[in-house]
């Protein structure tokens, strides 16, 4: 009962702070403890989706807030949402978009007109480190042998990966430009999603493979994948590799996932709904579903949110301008 | 054998307590549902079902699962032979032979023989899932994007099937489909092609728009421009018996194996799908059928075998999904993330630390093909009434549905005004008799031959060679020399026998 009355409290000192509450303020907090949109730029079932549910029921469970109404937009990495979500929603305080990483290099590819800049940051909530593999009857024993072979003929090292531009490609040409291989040079093979990547390596159709931890953890564990080297800033449980970092190579990746407010809400909104993403994200139901779902919770609320955002968008524009992408 | 079917009788001691029956008996009921509406797929109805896995158990959920997926197979087949409205891309050729058997009163044979066809190929299927999984997919694995792009040359050869009086027109209309099938971001790298800077557009076109379009749109307008309005409101008389006859089932069994042999390893395959057996399935059953000139005017072989390969074809994908982990088509991707929610992380110890859930997820495989087949035989009696309905009235029908069928796609504007415009284009490419099956083939094969091939070529480095020098690919080249060229080198040494 207690964590109810809290937010309610947050939610009355905020509405109040504003000098001329808007008027969904009183819409929205009359139905206690709350009532949230949740905008959804793909559809249902996939990664976002799967965030935004568990958003929704973690918020009822810990009692956050009761009512959800879901909308979806999908297409073309959330590029067909965007506009939608910024357009319908503007000023709307009690809307959450969930987007991530992956947004932001479709925007480039889709030469969409709007940014991810337009948008109110709330917290970016987990993150997904990538995992660099080879075929379990590679040659190759680990992540030294790979440099070298890499290094040595960058056209043999054939890498299996989702589509192009996305974090995987994104990774490998990190990883080229840190080593001193010419992005483009990168033998990068696009596959039409995890599961086709995954059988072209367990096939050893490709010289190694990469993508998000959860996709190969199975296959590393179960020994038909060896694991090189993961992109994360910290080595992953079951996974015996290093981080790209330890190896000796700059380059520190992680496929985040968080929310969004809509454009043209008042900073007082913005920090209730900070608040009340907080909440939930150290609250219990939350953080058991992290455990469950292997999700790594990466945390970060409100403005410091809106720099790391800033600085996402500069270094994934360089790195698909290195692969030649974006211009 | 006999670990795999002590395990199997404890699968079935799950799936047939009540409570799961019930659950198989929702799935395959919504699924038979899902299935008759174009647009609504049973990867979206799973996706919107995935929050009841906060509150039933994990083997329920995986029953109702499989339930919807099987039974989304049965259903499609229904409104492509009955509407020529195919309701998933795997039935749109189904709608080539079964819409004019159904046009020439033959309705009621040709959904028997889809449901029964479906019925064999599933238990095949399943039976596939139950014993010889490991080597189907080992198998499945061996093949790389060469060989994969051979593949597609194998399957560019059903078109031949599907050309119609002239091979020019053919050709053109296949090529149009190949154009439809480049719209999009390309997946190698990552630029938007043909979009006219259309966002919709960059994840490419729906291929059951287009079938729809073609099919059902197209076809009402032309009937439409047709008739005159004094003529009577025309009814399709329903011929012989509502099911089938001797003749018709000494025509369907054969190509429902035949059908299920080729849609079983190919689902199975990493990146088969359900389309290309069904291509292959329609070339074999022409070339192999004692009345080839009923094919385009309503052989039931044409129906039977397409079916049977679907149908099997989608036990095929549960292969790689349930010894792997590996999703190979959005249903199985998102039955994946279902698993997830459980905490389960689908691999290739799926099947020695969830033993109850997968083989409980099996035996309901095999109950819900039953139940299916009870479901489905005595609904066409009822179906084959709807045909009753004077053709304006059923047609104005069509347009309805197929427009309310692909705004649930993706509630998108765009694809309602895509629809009509290939609407259009079907009604003029039907009024100057350009065929219009060879679209849908090149819209499938064309993009998946094209990534295919670069994937090959970026892995070899350009060497193309690797086409000729890898056994799988020499050999699927062969074939579709032989199927292309054998029928004419064959009629040449004869006529020359004769002379």
Redesign the interface.
């Known amino acids: 009962m207690s964590t109810r009355r809290d937010v309610l409290k947050t939610l009355a000192l905020t509405s109040s702070a504003a000098a001329i509450p808007a008027l969904w303020s009183g819409a929205a907090f009359a139905q206690a403890p709350g009532a949230l949109q949740i905008f959804v730029p793909a559809?249902?079932?996939?990664g976002w989706?799967?965030t935004a549910?568990t958003i929704e029921?973690a918020m009822k469970t810990d009692n956050l807030a009761k009512d959800f109404k879901f909308e979806?937009?999908?297409?073309?990495g959330g590029?067909?949402g965007l506009?939608k979500f910024l357009s319908t929603k503007k000023g709307a305080a009690d809307a959450l978009m969930v987007g991530g990483m992956v947004m932001v290099?479709s925007l480039i590819?889709?030469?969409?007109p709007v940014s991810m800049k337009d948008l109110t940051p709330i917290a970016r909530l987990t993150g997904e480190a990538n995992v660099l593999v080879v075929p379990a009857a590679s040659p190759i024993k680990n992540i030294k042998e790979w440099v070298e072979a890499f290094k040595k003929e960058p056209?043999?090292m054939?890498v299996a990966g989702g589509?192009?531009?996305?974090t995987d490609?994104i990774l490998m040409g990190m990883i080229g430009r840190a080593v001193g291989v010419e992005p483009k040079a990168v033998?990068?093979?696009?596959?039409?999603?995890?599961?086709?990547a995954?059988?072209?390596i367990?096939?050893s159709?490709?010289a190694c493979g990469t993508s998000g931890v959860?996709e190969f953890?199975?296959?590393v564990?179960?020994g038909?994948m060896r694991a090189l080297a993961v992109s994360g800033g910290a080595r992953v449980a079951g996974v015996d590799a290093p981080t790209l970092k330890e190896a000796g190579i700059d380059v520190e990746l992680v496929n985040w996932r968080g929310v969004f407010g809509a454009p043209g809400v008042t900073p007082e909104q913005q920090a209730a709904l900070v608040g009340l993403v907080e909440k939930m994200a150290k609250g219990p139901t939350w953080q058991a579903e992290l455990?469950?779902?292997?999700w790594t919770d990466v945390y970060l609320g409100g403005p410091a949110f809106g720099k790391y955002l800033d600085a996402e968008i500069t270094r994934i524009t360089g790195i698909l301008k290195d692969l030649g992408?974006a211009t | 054998m006999i670990d795999t079917l002590t395990q199997l009788a404890q699968g079935f001691a799950i799936a047939l307590t009540p409570v799961n029956l019930m659950w198989c008996f929702i799935g395959v009921f919504v699924g038979t549902a899902i299935g008759v509406l174009p647009g609504i797929g049973p990867?979206?109805a799973?996706?919107?079902l995935?929050?009841l896995t906060?509150k039933v158990d994990a083997t329920a959920a995986f029953i109702l699962f499989a339930g919807i997926y099987y039974g989304a197979m049965y259903g499609g087949s229904t409104t492509s032979i009955l509407l020529n409205t195919p309701g998933e891309s795997a039935t749109i050729v189904t709608a080539m032979e079964g819409n004019k058997m159904a046009k020439k009163g033959r309705a009621g044979a040709a959904l028997a023989t889809a449901a029964i066809g479906s019925f064999v190929a599933g238990t095949i299927g399943t039976l596939g899932i139950t014993f010889i999984a490991e080597p189907v997919v080992n198998l499945?694995?061996?093949?790389?994007?060469a060989d994969y792009f051979s593949l597609m040359i194998l399957s560019f050869v059903t078109v031949s099937a599907v050309l119609g009086s002239s091979a020019v027109r053919g050709l053109t209309s296949l090529a149009l489909g190949i154009f439809l099938g480049l719209i999009g971001?390309?997946?190698?790298?990552?630029?938007?092609r043909f979009w006219f800077?259309v966002?919709?557009l960059?994840?490419g076109i729906n291929v059951i728009v287009v079938a729809v379009g073609l099919f059902a749109i197209g076809e009402t307008l032309y009937l439409a421009a047709q008739k005159k309005s004094d003529t009577p409101p025309e009814v399709i008389e329903i011929k012989d018996s509502i099911f089938m006859s001797r003749e018709d089932w000494a025509r369907s069994w054969k190509p429902w194996l035949r059908g299920s042999a080729l849609g079983f390893p190919i689902g199975a395959m990493?990146?088969g799908g359900a389309e290309i057996p069904t291509f292959l399935s329609y070339f074999i059953e022409k070339k192999l059928s004692t009345k080839p000139e009923e094919f385009g005017h309503g052989a039931i072989e044409g129906v039977a075998g397409p079916e049977a390969a679907n149908n099997a074809s989608a036990a095929g994908v549960l292969v790689?999904m349930l010894a792997?982990?590996?999703?190979?088509s959005a249903t199985?991707?998102?039955m994946l993330?279902a698993f997830?929610?459980?905490?389960i992380?689908?691999?290739?110890?799926l099947f020695t630390q969830q033993p109850q859930l997968v083989w409980g997820l099996i035996a309901s495989l095999y109950i819900g093909n039953v139940m299916l087949l009870i479901l489905n035989l005595p609904l066409i009696a009822l179906w084959v009434k709807m045909l009753k309905i004077p053709e304006p009235l059923l047609y104005g029908g069509i347009l309805m549905f197929a427009t309310i069928g692909t705004y649930g796609i993706?509630?998108?504007v765009v694809d309602l005004i895509l629809l009509y415009i290939i609407g259009g284009l079907g009604f003029l490419m039907r009024r100057f008799d350009f065929p219009t099956a060879p679209v849908i083939i090149g819209m499938i094969l064309g993009p998946l031959a094209e990534?295919n091939f670069r994937?090959a070529m970026?892995?070899s480095?350009g060497d193309i060679s690797v086409l000729v020098t890898r056994p799988l690919s020499l050999s699927l080249l062969l074939l579709s020399a032989l199927a292309l060229l054998g029928p004419q080198i064959w009629r040449l040494m004869r006529g020359r026998r004769v002379a």
């Open positions: 559809a249902p079932g996939g989706d799967s549910r029921m979806h937009a999908p297409g073309a590029a067909v506009p290099g590819a889709n030469k969409s056209g043999k054939s589509s192009a531009g996305g490609h033998s990068y093979v696009a596959f039409a999603g995890g599961g086709p995954t059988a072209a367990l096939g159709q490709v959860g953890v199975e296959h564990k179960s038909k455990k469950k779902k292997d992408l | 990867a979206l799973i996706a919107l995935l929050p906060y499945a694995l061996k093949f790389g994007p971001i390309d997946l190698q790298t990552g630029q938007p800077g966002t919709e960059s994840d990493p990146a790689p792997l982990g590996l999703p190979t199985a991707a998102i993330s997830q929610s459980y905490g992380t689908p691999g290739p110890l993706s509630q998108s990534q994937q970026t892995i480095q």
